[in-house]
């Protein structure tokens, strides 16, 4: 299983939670990452942590004053790059414009969507992965797994109907190891979480928990 752990804007140490991914990934068969801000990224990467973007932009190097240039981002060290999260969503046009610029840059991409329609859309525009996040459950602690497993049952669905080369992640409330598990019961090849480790009190112990029955 994927486990990538968005930072979002928390206040939360982005290098303290990556030495944590880093660490938590030495002993598992899980893969695990951490999706800092784009600040962040250099300092994050230097730690040996699987290192992700939370965002790339539909651009090329040139006149794009504030924009998110995803060779820039790979610079930095990012593997990869999250896209249309539901907290920064694009058009079609643009989600599509932003997958190129990752895939030229060199970076992986999961792009985001908040539905099985959606997911089947996004999944047409050929990321690596797509990950469905129900917008009602994120930042809730009620996982979307057990919450609404159908949603994660129809998402992989769609990317299958569209291109079965295209991996599934869910997220929304994940925050223990048994979301971790029910999510793959439910054809799920990753979680994508924020709130869970981002917001613990101990990252360590929080991606210890998550990994622990994989
Ligand atoms: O938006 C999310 C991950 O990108 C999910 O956030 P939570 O894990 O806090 O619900």
Redesign the pocket.
Known sequence: MFVLV?LKTYPCDPVAVAEAVRDVNENTDARLAVAPQAAHLERVAETGAETWAQHVDPIEHGSNTGHTLAESVADAGAAGTLIN???QRLKLADIDGSVQAAERAGLETVV?ANNPAQIGAVAALGPDAVAV?PPE????GTPVSQADPDVVEDAVDAAESVDDSVSVLC?????TGDDVVAAGDLGSEGV?????VAKADDPTAALEDLVDPL
């Not at 459950?137 to 809730?140: A, E």
């Open positions: 968005n999260h539901s907290e985001c996040e459950l994120i930042g809730t997220g929304a409330g994940i925050s994508l979480l924020a709130s869970g």
